[in-house]
């Protein structure tokens, strides 16, 4: 028997066959080029698949893992748009007349290198991102195959390092836990993980950092029991499955899920959720690279509507920008995009685009009961301003004869502060609210979610954050506005209780924590 440890971060106990992560070989191949315009289509070409790849892992992480997990992906996406970066990698195609394959690991290198060197340990870490990216596009230029594991059994997956990237691409079905010698998000366990290792049976606990490789009797009795504890927990949950959302003195609440694509919905039914509370149309921007059709974007919503059954479906509309971009919008450089040129300001000030998506969400709201939200509001002209086009939209449609809904609610998201100075007000325009906690608690602090240099002072239970909710809460009830909240907050089991007793209609969360947030809310006396 022997034992490692490291530094445990999810729960749970796992036992299985270990199996290595194997990376394509690595081999940079590096040759002069004839035509250099040639090569630049090569590049240029392996550049937009591999943001196509990135979209997909974006609404993958999201579906799974949640918002913060997937703005790695974001990240990645605005990095392969950054100039200095293509620009550099063009230039050595052109001027050094080398083989796309070597620009841009040339440049992956050098700006890793560059970003290693900051003093500043937020830039130090892009240094990892910059390499990752290269990497991705480095694979699809020379064609190497997939890095994956070789298991086609559940197993334990062991690796020196995994990339964020590199972890959402395996097969869920297959993967019981992991152990790595270098990212502290799984569990760090140094050298003592070894090839040697491979195929051997652990068990690896995900509280306490524990992995035990061959283990004796008593330890796997130990841990076996644990896991046995967990799964009867697990099953009890399940139990929970059609039951109500509702507290021991009979208050009812709203369940909803995020999700960031229609693929996503097998994991919103497979969880029980009451409906959707946010569906990120920006999906269908970021996978492609042109404007989504009318059409393609109908065949979405329809899609969402009809698998919900009847359920409310609320799709925020276009909210691009900022972290999330995409090259055919031609958006300027921003100094501060967070606060640019973004969400609902693109669509007011691109009225064909966002007539488009206006037309397919009327259109697809005769398949069933969608709400349409609306990001990023800061004033009642905008509102009434999106009303207005609405109101046409919806007249254009019944001229030509087209079926929807006789009823569309119409929601905006609270993620600023002038939106939650000006709820009352908002709360009469409107019928529902939804608090977007990550952007409102980042607007309200001063700071810059995704910098982790702020970690120590970004406090998303600060009493600012709470009072801004109880503010839109009595704003909204008083004008007979719901509220939900669909920031990651939503599913902070620490503050359910609070969000409650605030008078928070609706939680809305990813599909997995559906379940323990309705026994959350079945333990809970409001009083």
């Known amino acids: 028997m022997e034992q490692i440890f490291g530094k445990g971060v999810s729960k749970g106990v796992a036992a299985g066959p270990i199996s290595f992560y194997r ?69 050595m195609i052109e001027n050094d007349r080398v083989n796309a394959e070597a620009a841009v690991s040339d440049t992956g290198a050098q700006f890793a290198e560059m970003f290693a060197a900051m003093d500043d340990s937020y830039m130090q870490a892009r240094a990892a991102d910059i390499r990752d990216i290269a990497a991705r596009v480095v694979g699809i230029l020379t064609g190497e195959g997939e890095s994956g594991i070789v298991s086609d059994m559940p197993c334990i997956v062991a690796a020196d390092d995994l990339a964020p990237s590199e972890t959402v691409q395996l097969d869920k079905a297959l993967i019981l836990g992991f152990i790595t010698a270098g990212i502290p998000a799984i569990i760090s366990a140094g050298d003592a993980l070894q090839p040697e290792m491979e195929g051997k049976y652990a068990i690896i606990d995900g509280q306490t950092g524990e992995a035990v490789i061959e283990p004796d009797d008593a330890e796997r009795e130990r841990l076996l029991k644990k896991q046995a504890k967990e799964k009867a927990l697990k099953e009890l949950l399940d139990q929970l499955k059609g039951k109500p959302n509702v507290t021991k003195d009979g208050r009812n609440v709203m369940v909803y899920c995020n999700i960031g694509s229609p693929a996503d919905i097998d994991a919103v039914l497979q969880n029980d959720g009451g409906g959707i509370g946010l569906f990120r149309s920006e999906f ?60 609902i300001r693109i669509c007011l000030t691109r009225p064909e685009v966002f007539r488009t998506q206006l037309r397919a969400l009327y259109r697809a709201s005769a398949y069933g009961k969608i709400a349409i939200m609306f990001p990023m509001i800061t004033s009642v002209w905008e509102v009434q301003e999106i009303k207005r086009i609405c109101r046409n939209i919806r007249a254009e449609l019944a001229k030509e004869g087209v079926p929807m809904a006789d009823k569309v609610e119409l929601g905006i998201m609270i993620e600023t502060p002038a939106a ?81 007793r605030l008078g928070v209609d609706e939680l809305s969360v990813a599909p997995s924590r559906i379940l323990p947030l309705r026994e959350k809310i079945r333990s809970l006396t409001l009083g």
């Open 284 to 343: 269908l921007y970021l996978q492609g690279s042109d404007y989504p059709t009318e059409d393609e974007q109908f065949e979405a919503y329809k899609t969402v509507a009809e698998r919900m059954g009847g359920r409310r479906v609320i799709i925020r509309t276009l909210d691009i920008g900022a972290d999330k971009q995409a090259d055919y919008f031609h958006l300027d450089k921003e100094e501060n995009p967070a606060m640019g040129l973004r969400a």
């Open 23 to 91: 990376r394509a070989s690595g081999v940079i191949p590096r040759h002069e080029v004839s035509d250099t315009a040639a090569e630049l289509e090569r590049f240029r070409a392996a550049r937009e698949t591999a943001k196509e790849q990135l979209a997909k892992l974006y609404d993958k992480a999201l579906a799974e893992a949640g918002e913060d997990a997937a703005m790695l992906f974001e990240a990645h996406q605005m990095m392969l748009d950054d100039l200095d970066f293509v620009e550099s990698i063009e230039g």
């Open 420 to 500: 939650v100075m000006m709820s009352a007000e908002l709360a009469r325009e409107v019928d529902f609210f939804s608090v977007g906690t990550n952007d409102l608690t980042q607007y309200l602090l001063a700071m810059d979610r995704q910098n982790p240099n702020l970690a120590p002072f970004c406090d998303p239970h600060h009493p600012a954050v709470l009072r801004a909710i109880r503010q839109t809460v009595e704003s909204a009830h008083q004008a007979g506005c719901s509220v939900g909240i669909c920031g990651e907050l939503a599913a902070d089991e620490a503050l359910t209780e609070a969000f409650l």
